[in-house]
């Protein structure tokens, strides 16, 4: 293995997916729901098998989803986008990622992004032989601490990755800290390229703000988002970037060497589900929404300190009330003292001792479920 790839290893969603299913545990580990997404959408992928749909796609997408990534787009933030020219559909939005940041960084250009980090953010500036500079969210409340931020940008600095609302601490970031972020990443002429997977999971009547819809950041903006946590289709690995023509070539450019296409029959799916009504958005944040509630009580009920999330499907936890002095340690005996699994957060972190005992818990599950997960939980406590 290359010596940038060294410390990667095996994803601890894998790891821990692995243990659940060899302890039998129950999974509140890797994101994914346990329920299927729309119906119309689950049928529309039927019929384009049925219709013979099982060839490579056109290499930018099929029509039908540049279109409909387009109407979203204006239908939700106002932001207009040509479906021919600037939106690029990619292998879930870990191509997008991925694909942008080999598309735009030079090796030895810095990458500014917060930390707790998604875990392929870190992998691929590795890849593309950049440098990850972070500023730390810092448990409870994952607030953006302006002089550590402003720390992290340099004459080095080529790009912002950013990622609102934010996995794993489904923090959802304010318009005044993407202002900030957005003015530094001005100050140094930096792209900002914004991962946006959980757009339509924020609670409690908060607003997601796409960063390309502050003054100024559209031209300097790439977009990310998936149809795996909107339409609770993780499998289908269906995604999108939208921004400036020039730069969606550039990542066109990688993509098409990475997997050249795509997730064929469900290309069409995806564009039938991003029309669907705004019930059907609406329906899966308030589901999820009570479900945030649910564990975050039986979370407190168990003893332990929570961050309550303003979106995504994850909630922190501090477990140094079960006993936990190492997260990772603790999350592989976790599943043979209660019979649940997480996911510990300092395998997101360079600054380890920011989350030390730090669970990250998914509640994207059947509630049955995650009634099981407290009540295990509690009793271990
Ligand atoms: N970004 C974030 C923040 C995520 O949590 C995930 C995982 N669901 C992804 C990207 C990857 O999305 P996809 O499954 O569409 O590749
Ligand atoms: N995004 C999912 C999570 O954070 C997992 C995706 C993966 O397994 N790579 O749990």
């Not at 950049?130 to 448990?139: D, M």
């Not at 402003?150 to 996995?167: E, I, M, Q, Y």
């Not at 996911?343 to 001792?353: L, M, R």
Request: net charge negative.
């Amino acid at each position: 293995l290359v010596a940038r790839m060294h410390g990667f290893g095996t994803t601890i969603f894998a790891e821990m997916s692995a243990l659940a299913a060899e302890t039998g545990a129950i999974n509140l580990g890797q994101g994914f729901p346990d329920t299927d997404g729309p119906r119309e959408m689950l049928e529309a992928a039927k019929a384009a098998i049925d219709a013979g749909r099982n060839q490579y796609p056109p290499g930018p997408g099929v029509p039908e989803l540049l279109e409909a990534v387009a109407a979203h787009q204006e239908r939700f933030y106002g932001l207009r986008v040509d479906p021919r020219s600037e939106v690029l559909v990619t292998v879930g939005a870990t191509e997008a990622i991925a694909a942008t940041v080999l598309a735009l960084c030079e090796p030895g250009d810095e990458v500014v992004t917060f930390e707790p980090y998604y875990d392929s953010y870190a992998a691929t500036i590795a890849l593309a032989g950049a440098v990850r500079r972070t500023s730390v969210l810092r448990f409870p409340d994952f607030a953006v601490d302006e002089a550590s931020l402003r720390a992290a940008f340099s004459d080095r600095t080529r790009l912002v990755l950013l990622n609102t609302p934010h996995n794993p601490t489904g923090k959802v970031f304010t318009r005044t800290e993407l202002e900030l972020i957005c003015s530094l990443a001005r100050e140094h002429d930096a792209w900002v390229v914004t991962d946006e997977v959980y757009e339509h999971l924020v609670f409690d009547g908060l607003e997601h703000v796409p960063v390309a819809t502050l003054p100024g950041m559209a031209e300097r903006t790439l977009t990310i988002s998936s149809a795996g946590k909107t339409f609770s289709a993780t499998g289908w690995k269906v995604g999108w970037v939208t921004g400036p023509a020039d730069a969606v070539a550039a990542v066109r450019t990688v993509k098409q060497f990475l997997t050249f296409v795509g997730s064929g029959p469900f290309q069409p799916a995806v564009a039938v589900a991003l029309g669907l009504g705004d019930d059907v958005y609406a329906g899966l944040a308030d589901s999820l929404q009570a479900k945030r509630d649910l564990l975050v009580a039986g979370l407190r009920s168990a003893g332990l300190e929570v961050a309550v999330p303003s979106g995504t499907y994850f909630v922190i936890a501090d477990t140094a009330p079960l006993g936990a002095t190492d997260g990772p340690a603790f999350c592989r005996r976790l599943p043979s003292v209660a019979g649940v699994v997480g996911v510990p957060v300092s395998v997101f972190h360079d600054d380890v001792e920011a989350a030390r005992t730090l669970v990250r818990f998914a509640f994207c599950k059947r509630d049955e479920v995650l009634r099981e997960a407290v009540a295990r939980l509690s009793r271990a406590g």
